[in-house]
């Protein structure tokens, strides 16, 4: 099955500075690539995704990029605020029912 | 549409008590996942079903673990007898197909197995 790992565990950046989160998977047939924010106490949300069919995608202050040769995806936050503080998690779709595989997840502190 | 709904918010319970989780997917979606969060094992998928039948059920821990979908707008979780290992919150999520379109998740039910 698809195996999913993600680095950083912990990631702490002052404020307005750049933070990159980092997965690779294991199933070259993974065509769908999601992030999700998990604030404290609450669900995940999805924040962005991507397909396999591009390279990158932004969304303001977010933007993933997919590398399918080496098999791995980067969440980058830009000019990051104290609210981006939170868990993500990065996922991939595998298996024949295409179910999503997440990673371990990254607690990111914004320090003001 | 009020999202995906879970009730209860939260449960606590005796070791041994049966446990019922029960979730409404978001109306039109036709996939709908199971999962367990702990700090030790992050997020695992426990069950997917897809038009109310089930697809995948590896993730099921044990026996004692069983989910229904008797239509497409209610599925229960069910544990019996539970155990304090049981302890987690379990999110229940909905999609519109498969893997491959989004997930949208529930609030979460922390279930607490004293």
Redesign the interface.
């Known amino acids: 099955g698809e195996n999913v790992e993600q680095h950083p565990s912990t990631l702490s950046v002052q404020e307005g500075d750049s933070a990159v989160i980092k997965c690779t998977y294991s199933d070259s047939a993974s065509?769908?690539f999601?992030w999700?924010k998990q604030e404290l106490g609450?669900?995940?949300?999805?924040i962005i995704?991507i397909r396999s069919n591009v390279g990158e995608k932004k969304d303001q202050r977010i933007a993933v990029t997919l590398n399918k040769t080496a098999k791995h995806f980067s969440l980058h936050i830009t000019e990051t605020q104290p609210e981006d503080s939170a868990v993500y998690?990065c996922a991939a779709?595998?298996?024949s029912?295409?179910?999503?595989?997440?990673?371990?997840?990254t607690q990111l502190t914004v320090l003001p | 549409d009020a999202g995906v709904i879970q009730s209860p918010r939260h449960e606590v319970t005796e070791m041994g008590q049966e446990v019922t989780l029960r979730c409404k997917p978001i109306s039109g979606h036709n996939s709908l996942f199971w999962y367990r969060q702990t700090m030790m094992r992050g997020l695992e998928l426990l069950i997917y079903f897809n038009n109310n039948v089930p697809i995948d059920d590896s993730g099921m821990p044990e026996d004692r673990f069983s989910a229904k979908m008797p239509n497409a707008s209610f599925s229960t979780l069910k544990i019996q007898p539970s155990e304090p290992r049981d302890s987690a919150v379990y999110f229940c999520a909905s999609s519109q197909s498969g893997g491959k379109n989004i997930q949208y998740f529930g609030a979460g039910t922390r279930l607490s197995v004293l």
Not at chain 1, 42 to 46: C, E, F, G, N, S
Not at chain 1, 97 to 105: D, I, K
Request: aromatic share 18%; hydrophobic share 20%; net charge positive.
């Open positions: 065509n769908y999601p999700y609450k669900r995940p949300q999805l995704d998690f779709d595998s298996g029912a295409r179910q999503l595989t997440f990673g371990s997840g």
